[in-house]
């Protein structure tokens, strides 16, 4: 009466270090990727740039699923904040990024931070240095700092 499946996962993007099988997401597009009509697992570097991804567009607190965890940022007290010097928040962003992205097991350490103001927004740039001795460099991110 059920169909049967023969599905076994793309084991090209497979993680060894203990990650799990994650699938790969296309931020972009918002969906998973799929080739063949089957779901495309990300690489180990791909994962772990997946979930900075998650991180860095999550506001800490605001989504349910992540409860008590406190996963992502609690950056949107400084939007409109011009009474704040750019030092302060470039410290703050920087403090709350190495925290929550040291969280994830396979990440040892964020490095080579810089925070750049352009107009309504903030650009972030990183790298960060993983268990395996593997270094993930150009990664970026923006901040909206007006609505």
């Known amino acids: 009466m059920f169909p049967v499946v023969n599905y076994e996962p793309d084991?090209?993007?497979?993680?060894?270090?203990?990650?799990?099988?994650?699938l790969k997401f296309d931020f972009e597009q918002r969906k998973f990727v799929f080739a063949s009509g089957k779901?495309?697992?990300?690489?180990?570097?791909?994962?772990?740039?997946?979930?900075?991804d998650m991180v860095l567009l999550s506001e800490q607190g605001k989504y349910k699923v992540y409860g008590d965890?406190?996963?992502?940022?609690s950056?949107?007290?400084?939007?409109?904040?011009?009474?704040?010097?750019?030092?302060?928040?470039s410290s703050e962003v920087r403090r709350q990024v190495e925290e929550q992205l040291t969280k994830h097991s396979e990440i040892v350490s964020v490095d080579d931070f810089n925070f750049e103001r352009q107009d309504n927004k903030a650009v972030i740039t990183f790298s960060v240095q993983t268990v395996n001795g593997s270094l993930i460099e150009g990664l970026e991110s923006e901040v909206l700092f007006s609505g």
């Not at 779901?39 to 900075?52: F, L, M, N, R, T």
């Not at 965890?69 to 940022?73: A, H, P, R, S």
């Open 11 to 22: 084991k090209e993007g497979s993680q060894q270090q203990g990650l799990g099988y994650v």
């Open 39 to 52: 779901p495309v697992g990300a690489s180990y570097e791909d994962a772990i740039k997946q979930w900075i």
């Open 69 to 73: 965890i406190d996963f992502g940022l």
């Open 75 to 89: 950056i949107s007290q400084f939007i409109g904040r011009k009474d704040l010097p750019i030092s302060t928040i």
